[in-house]
């Protein structure tokens, strides 16, 4: 049955977003190449923009995706003599490409985990690696991606490009890496899973605060890399992490999709499952980065009531964390905890000597932070000029309209650390 241009062009990319990744994976099996692959995964997104309107959306719209780009892929294999032997080789197991049957909910395809893998090759930098997974696998734009870099967007533009490139050249094998070669790529490949799911759990730019999606695949590469690596206590530490963030995303937005910050939580609505799976992670997990931010995660999990926090507690992981990996960001973050702990005039002094960071420059939360520290401690008009500043930094609209929102009321009297200080 025949749709609407706009209802099938909805249809299309909001497929698209969620399967993309899954779609590049299978393709790139085919081509070994995850640039050819990505451009074929565009080529039969583009297909579905000109036939859904007039044929209507298949009821397997993902299935629908994937084949097209595997027959594309298939064509592309027989058309190039450059092709032929891999043709040779896998040609036989091509002649049908049926739809790929429908994954179980916590299932990750093997073929997602041979991409991020590729992607995190470490004839690749880091932030190589990082940039071209965050592209392929979490889906997120050139800016998206600048934005949780702290960096300009034609500077991403380019490592994508170079990385493909690379990857190509190389002739990376597109597969899961065992013993010292798994290891070698292990912690990019946790930054990465880290990245997809903070761009999810707050969105950098757009209408709403959350992209659940992201945060679903990140939950559960976090899982199969925790089956994968047993061993591994930072395995085990981004996997309690993510369990316990994604248990609040239920409660992190009113009816209407405004952001509801962390004091004002409807503490009952957090899933009790994620939390228990987030402790049982954090027992195997060890005493590094991600472990760290769980330990954190696992004080606000345990309080029944938002005054219960052991912000003494947070501030003293947050020094840890800050001794083992140097960061403006982990200083803000320890600096909010000091607040709750200390007071908001020793907070203050924390945040001014961040001011001038040049990764902070264009920060929102830095502005946003001070302005309630200000807010707390009186001193409300520069606290409002401070919140009409971070929201002019703030690309996300949510947090926009909620920065927006502090600085009408920076006036009226404020009750102490019941703000955004505290996060969301």
């Known amino acids: 049955m025949a749709v609407t241009e706009s209802s099938a062009t909805a249809a299309v990319e909001a497929v698209f977003r969620i399967e993309s990744a899954r779609i590049i994976a299978g393709v790139t099996r085919i081509v070994r190449d995850v640039g050819i692959a990505e451009e074929l995964a565009q080529d039969a997104l583009v297909a579905a923009l000109e036939q859904w309107p ?24 027989r058309r ?53 997974t965050l592209r392929l696998l979490g889906g997120l734009s050139t800016q998206e991606i600048a934005r949780a870099f702290l960096t300009t967007e034609p500077v991403v533009a380019q490592r ?64 199969v890399l925790a089956g994968l690596a047993p061993r591994e206590p930072e395995v085990h530490g981004l996997a309690a ?20 910050l962390l004091a004002d939580q409807n503490r009952a609505r957090w899933d009790r499952l994620l939390i228990r799976r987030g402790f049982a992670a954090l027992r195997l997990a060890g005493t590094g980065p991600y472990s760290l931010q769980a330990a954190i995660a696992a004080c606000h999990a345990q309080a029944v009531r938002y005054q219960d926090t052991d912000w003494a507690m947070i501030a003293t992981l947050y020094g840890r964390l800050a001794a083992l990996t140097p960061s403006p960001v982990v200083e803000l973050n320890r600096a909010v905890a000091v607040s709750m ?71 009226a009297p404020a009750t102490p650390g019941r703000r955004g200080a505290a996060g969301h």
């Open 241 to 260: 992490l993510l369990e316990f963030q994604a248990s609040r995303t239920a409660a992190r937005t009113g009816p209407d999709g405004q952001p509801v």
């Open 341 to 411: 702990a200390e007071g908001p005039a020793a907070a203050l002094e924390l945040v001014d000597t961040l001011a001038a960071e040049p990764a902070l420059r264009t920060y929102h939360l830095l502005p946003s932070v001070r302005g309630d520290l200000l807010a707390r401690l009186g001193r409300t008009a520069e606290a409002r000029t401070e919140f009409e500043r971070a929201a002019a930094l703030a690309r996300n609209a949510r947090e926009r309209e909620l920065l927006l929102e502090r600085a009408a009321a920076a006036g």
């Open 54 to 77: 007039e044929q209507g959306v298949p009821d397997r719209p993902g299935a629908w995706l994937m084949t097209t780009a595997k027959h594309r892929a298939i064509d592309l294999v």
């Open 160 to 223: 994508i490009v170079r990385a493909k490139r690379t990857l190509a050249t190389a002739r990376v094998p597109f597969e899961v890496p065992y013993g010292e070669d798994r290891s070698a790529r292990l912690s990019s490949v946790l930054e990465v899973v880290y990245l997809i799911f903070n761009e999810g759990y707050a969105a950098t730019a757009g209408d709403d605060l959350l992209r659940p999606a992201l945060c679903e695949d990140a939950l559960r590469l976090a899982r």
């Open 80 to 132: 190039k003599k450059t092709y032929a032997r891999k043709l040779a080789e896998v040609g036989r197991t091509l002649e049908d490409v049926p739809p790929p049957e429908p994954a179980e909910p916590d299932d990750i395809d093997d073929d997602l985990l041979r991409l991020i893998f590729t992607a995190c090759h470490p004839v690749l930098s880091a932030q190589a690696r990082i940039a071209l």
